[in-house]
Each structure stands twice: as C-alpha cells, then as structure tokens.
C-alpha cells in the first residue's frame, strides 16, 4: 500500500486497498475527515467556535486558573503546578502524540523540537512558560490551517461552478440526470439563468454567455447553432440545446481543475531549496541546543537549570515552520487566483520562472493578430458604382479556394452586396497568381501585382503601382481586379491586430520585460507594419518553425528567462524551448492545455500582463518569507550571548514568523487582473 497527498489541494490518492474509516483512523490527530472525489461531498456542519476549538478553550482556562494561583498562593503550590500541568495535557496533547511517535523514529521536525522542549521545561520547573508555549503554538496551528484552508478554498470554489445535474432529452422526454451518466452525444437543455453541465456544441437556441468562471472574460459571449459551450459557465437569456461532446472527467473545467491540483503539488525551485535547507536545518539546530544547555555548566561552572533553559529556548526558536510554511502557502494561492481570472499555471516552477522573465517572444498570427484576414481598403479606379464591382470581386472570389477570398466574401455579406447568384463562365485559377472568369461576356482577372504586370501591355501604370507599394508597405496583402485592358480596383486584406496588443506590449515594458520580438514567417514589410503598430521592440519575418526555435534559444543565451506566446499547435518547438511557453486560447483546445506552461483560457492577451505581475509579486513574496524566516531565527539564537532568550521570545519569535509568512502569502489573493 502507498499514498501519495497532495498538501495544496488537500487530497490524499492511496493505491491499494483500504476504506476511508481506516484512512480517517490513521489521520485521527488531526480529526482527518476523508471523502470520495467522487460523489457528493458530505455536507460538514460548521461546528460552533466554542466546540471546534474546545481544547483550547480549556487549556487557556486553565492556564489563567495556574496564573491566579501563582499570583495567590504561589508558584511552588501543588494548585498552580497542576493547573500548569493540566493546561499542558489538554492543549498539547496531539502535539505530543505526534511528536513522540516522530522521536521514536528518529524524525526530527517541528513537532518534535517543540515536545522535547516542553517536556524539558517540565523537567526544569518552567510550568508556566511549558504551558505558554503548548497555547501559542495551538494558537499558531489554528491560525496556519485557516489561511491555508482559504488559499485552498479557491480550487474548490472552481469544483463548484459546474452543475451535478442537467435536464436531459432523451427519446422525446426530459429528465434531470446526473452529470456522470450524461453520455458523448445526448441532448442537454439549459434555461435562462441556469449554468451549463456539459461541454458541447449549440443546436438550437441563441444567448448570451459568461464564460468569466473558465475564460476569465467579464464580458458575455453570443452563442448560436455551432458554437462551442462549456460546462460551468452561465447562459443568461435564450433557451439553449446544447448536444454533449466530452464526458465529465474530459470536459475543459475539469481539466483545468486536474491540471491546477497537479501545479500545486508540484514543487517550485524556492520550495525544494526550502526543503532540502530543512532537512539538515533541524539537526543542527538540536545539536546547538544542546551545546547551549551543557557547554556552559560543564566549562564556565554556569548554572545548569539557567543554560538547560536555554537550550530549550534555541529548540523553539529553531523550528522551522515559518520557513516549511513560506513557500507552498504563496504557491497554492497565486495559482488558484490564476485559474479564477482565466490563467492555467501549470507547475509552481512556471510560476516561479514567470516572476524572473527578462525577454518576451509572440508569434504573430493569432497571438498579436486575430488570424483573420479583413479588407481594409477598397479604391474604385472606373466610373462604376462601388457595390456592383465588388460584387463582380466577390463573384469571382466566390469560386476560389484562395485563403484571402473569406475576407472579400465576409465584406461583401457585411455590406448587403449580392454576388452568390451571379454568372461567371469559364472560371480559371491561375496557380500562385490569381484567378480570371466571364462575367456579362467580358474577362474579369483578380490576383497579385505580379499577374497584371504580365496580363496588361504595358504593365501596371507608375500612379497604380505607387499605390500599391504604399499599401504593401503598410503591411497589407494587395489584390488587383480588371481586364487585359485596365486596372479597375485595387483591394487590400491584412490580418487585423487585436485592439489590446499595444496596450498588453506597453504593460509588459512598464512590468521590467527588457525585450519584446515578434516571430513571425510573414514578409518583412507586413512584420514591420504590425510590430511598429504594436510597439515591440524587433521582429523577425519568412521565418519557418525551425528558426523560431533558433531564435528562442538564442534569446536565453543573452537573456536567460524567455517566454514564447504562440497558439500551441503550430508553435510547439518554440513553445518547448523556451523558459515558459504560453498558449493563446486555451479553453476547449486540448493542444493547447498540454503542450503549455501557462495557458490563456480566453484567448486574451490581455491576461498575459496579470501573469508576469502575479508571477513578479509571487517571487517577491518567496523570497520575502524565506529571508524573514531565517532573519528573525538569527537574530533571536543571537539573544542566547547575553542571555536574553526566554521561551516566550523564542514562542513568539517562532510562531509570529509562521502567521506572518502565512498572511503574506495570502496577499496574492489580491492581485488582480486589470
């Protein structure tokens, strides 16, 4: 039998066999309760303060009884020391427990260093500091699982949003079913109001959407027959149909809940170096201990009760806790804030490795662009009416299989030009140059420069052609339409910039991002119309897949952290190569949930900005805890030269360090995504 458990999302996975009483038995100190994954979560009661925290209660009641006492009859009394001694029973017990079965095999943590030093200020008359210091940490304990039970609260908040059940039509009748027996190809109904249960495709019904819970985009999106739903998010007005296309463990909430339980049990670098510091931390703080408690007696003649209490104090001191907790609370909670604003972190590493980016690389077409091409030029060079030449355009293009005839179609739908009934005979592609057809007995050509330098006579007229050059050299694709004649119109497609791109380049120069580049395999005139209206700072063009990975690796020469945003299909190589790879549109894209450290569920660029500030801060705050958690440890082992160290500096030295290490972390639930 194994078990592995997962800290950050409080889950434990056993391989073999075993029932959950036994699992709840072997976790008894720490009142485990364990629960299926799957199936419905017992409904816990919230217990009343006064009853979840009793022991305490009782053990700070009679830690005051013990204090009155001392102060009435005295601190020798019987009365007073069993006061102490019971407070010390109640309120430590399952620390004791813990940690004398730690002793017994030689496993020396916090738990451990704090029984050895309560039960040696019991043995040296200290009842009232032992008792302080079993209520502190109790306190510390109680604080610690509160903050790390609100960083966890953010995954479970995301296991919440799907709906456990759906109105399902099957054979003309519509029953509620179970999200677990929703099949690949059922029919799923979904009101007004209600949330989606099921990723699938809409077949009937039109809506307005709020994907916010897996895209993180505060807008709602239309959606109509074909488009793609996803479970979680909330139809706001249309009844929609929606036909089922991924079961339940397969849709894109329970990937990212997958994928985002897996990053926080992974180790960040911060967090392995903190564990490994640890692991010979603890000894040598045991072997100071007890240098402290016995040198001075043995060799300075120094009383032994005063040096045994110090020692007792430098093994408080020393737990290390503060620094164990500094690193895993900070992880879990900037990833859980990540995947609510749309962000999949796939691995505290990336997280980490974010937070030190130096240079950014973006692919071009569909990252910095939308990927689809517009017309965004138009010129009439004849005296006949705009609409019907474009309709003759739109004609012809409507017979090609050219990538570039989508954007004069899309325009001529757009503007209520009919061309689809339209006659064209002897329709001819003209391979790599364009496309000729008749149309009302005369023959029309559309296609590059190139064609109609070779169709007309005397080539393209000086005029013309500076036009054209001036439109390429903006970055756009030029289309030429006549006869063998005359140039009648020229048309001009770009692929249009997403309107965030500049502002997302800008936030990334103010964050400290030293080098932005677009790669692109694009000419050099279009790449340079786009990265100068986007703001990076170079590009390179006519790149093919295998140079991109080339440049990347060259980056992290002279770099070192380097990021890739591409789209994670055609971007892969790059995508690897790079430090952090970040995929455009993960939500519904398998390719790119997987081929990605980072995935920007909406398609948005504008999340990339939120990411390098919340990697920044999560960095920031590592480095803050570890540095604190070692600091305060020094400087209060330094009290121990003239000393100054009690166990109530050491207590509170030692938990202090915890809840603030913990709180910080906690901080990064407010980043926010603007």
Known sequence: MDAKVNFGASKITVYGNTTIEELEKAGAFENLKVFPEKGEQPSQKKEPFWKEYSNLLVSLLFIVMGYLSQFIIGAESTITILAFLTSIFVGGF????????????????????????????????????????????????????????????????????????????????????????????????????????????????????????????????????????????????????????????????????????????ERAPSQAFVDQFAKYYTPVIMIIAALVAIIPPLLFGASWNEWIYQGLAVLVVGCPCALVVSTPVSIVTAIGNAARNGVLIKGGIYLEETGALKAIAFDKTGTLTKGIPVVTDFKN????????????????????????????????????????????????????????????????????????EEVLKEGIVPGIREEIRALQNMGKTVMVFGTDSEVQAIVAVADEIRESSKDVIEKLHSLGIEKTIMLTGDNKGTAKAIGQQVGVLEFQAELLPQD????????????????????????????????????????????????????LMGDDLRKLPFTVKLGRKALAIIKQNITFSIGVKLLALLLIIPGWLTLWIAIFADMGATLLVTLNGLRLLKVKDK
Not at 557 to 584: H, Q, R
């Open 94 to 265: 399952a620390l004791f427990k813990e940690g004398i079965k730690n002793l017994s095999r030689l496993q020396f943590d916090m738990k451990t260093l704090m029984t050895i030093a309560i039960i040696g200020a019991a043995i040296i008359g200290e009842w009232s500091e032992g008792a302080v210091v079993v209520i502190l940490f109790a306190i510390s304990e109680a604080l610690e699982a509160y903050s790390m039970e609100k960083a966890r609260a953010s995954i479970r908040s995301l296991m919440d949003i799907a709906p456990k059940e759906a109105l399902v039509r099957r054979n003309g009748k519509e029953t509620m079913v179970h999200v677990d027996e929703i099949e690949v190809g059922d029919i799923i109904i979904v009101k007004p109001g209600q949330k989606i249960a099921m990723d699938g495709v809409v077949i009937k019904g039109f809506s307005s959407v709020n994907q916010a819970a897996i895209t993180g985009e505060s807008v709602p999106v239309e959606k109509t027959v074909d488009d793609e739903v996803f479970a979680g998010t909330l139809n706001e007005e249309g009844l929609l149909e929606v036909k089922v296309t991924k079961r339940v463990d397969d849709t894109t909430i329970a990937k990212i809940i997958h994928l985002v339980e897996e990053a926080q049990a």
């Open 381 to 452: 060079l004849t005296n006949v009416e705009d609409q019907q030449l474009f309709s003759m355009i739109a004609a012809l293009e409507y017979r090609s299989q050219h990538p570039l005839a989508s954007a004069i179609m899309k325009k001529a739908e757009e503007e209520g030009i009919a061309f689809k009934k339209m006659q064209v005979d002897d329709f001819f592609s003209i391979t790599g140059k364009g496309i000729k057809g008749i149309i009302n007995g005369a023959t029309y050509y559309i296609g590059s420069p190139n064609l109609f």
């Open 548 to 599: 991109k990975l080339e440049f990347i690796k060259k980056l992290r020469n002279e770099y070192g952290k380097v990021a890739m945003v591409g789209d994670g299909v055609n971007d892969a190589p790059a995508l690897a190569s790079a430090t952090v790879g970040v995929a455009m549109g993960g939500a519904g894209t398998d390719a790119a949930l997987e081929t990605s450290d980072i995935a």
